[in-house]
């Protein structure tokens, strides 16, 4: 027994005439015939009875035309549904970010568009740290995920910058460099942050930007203070707000605690870059993972202009 089988015998069913049956399908009435025998055969059982007038269908005809609709239907929107992941309009994807990507105005709204014009898509999102991202997305946990600087590059993962926007110094609310509404708008120098209390997001979970703020304070002689390593920059930030120190944080976290933390541009000699990147595995850019990433260029295409 086959579909095609399956298909003739519904079609002789509704048609209740092999003739008319046969001229519906396409093909000639003696191959349709045998055909109908043949799946009878294998049942072991008669599904028509013939009269002068067309075919009427036995109690076992009736019980298998149920049947038989059902699987076709069943058969047909399971080669819709593949044909729809076929065109990255249909199927499960995981994507990841981190709390610093999510952020930025971007990340959600490229989340939103892919709901929003591809409802077949099934979005499952999850926050974590740069690293444990990385590492799922190696390991074909998720998709794909936002995150600001890699922090390790495994073997066949790609790393896509979508957006840059400039890392601004925050600082408590009554620290010294917060200054005033007359010098907010002044850039701050790296000297001044020489023995500042530095809090910084754990290196084995995000060491990219900070990484990259240390290393420049070492090549200009400056050495502030590591005051606390947490794990994400919410944490962070929170720690800025009651008084534990100063750190770096990507433009976009600007309106984190407005009421207890001033933010402030680095000069230009100390000016440090926060990507927004996406991380993904090389070899599987179909289906839905193409279109998302597909969006996720064009939205960035959008920012930039």
Known sequence: ?????????VTVAETGHMTRAAAQLGIQQP????????????LGMALLR?????????????????????????FAEMRERMAGLARGQQGQLSVGFTSSAAAHAYTPEV?????GRYPDISLTLSEDNAAALIEAVAKA??????????????????????????ALLAVPLDHRL????????????LSELQDEPLILVRRPGAPGLYANLLSLCEREGVRPLIAAEVERMMTN???????????????SMRGVHAHSIVYRSLAKAAALEAPLTLAYRAGEQAGPMATFLALARQIAAQSDA
């Open 1 to 9: 027994m086959d579909l095609r089988q399956l298909r003739y015998f």
């Open 31 to 42: 191959p349709l015939s045998q055909q109908i025998k043949a799946l009878e055969q294998q």
């Open 50 to 74: 013939r009269h002068p007038k067309g075919v009427a269908l036995t109690d076992a005809g009736r019980l298998l035309l149920v049947e038989a609709k059902r699987l076709l239907q069943d």
């Open 111 to 115: 989340l939103r568009a892919c709901r």
């Open 141 to 166: 946990r998720l998709h794909c995920a936002f995150i600001r600087v890699p922090v390790a590059r495994p073997e066949g993962l790609v790393f896509e910058t979508l957006l840059s926007e400039p």
């Open 178 to 189: 917060a200054g005033d509404a007359k010098t907010r708008h002044r850039p701050v120098a």
């Open 237 to 251: 930030l929170n720690l800025v707000a009651a008084g534990a120190g100063i750190s770096i944080v990507p433009a």
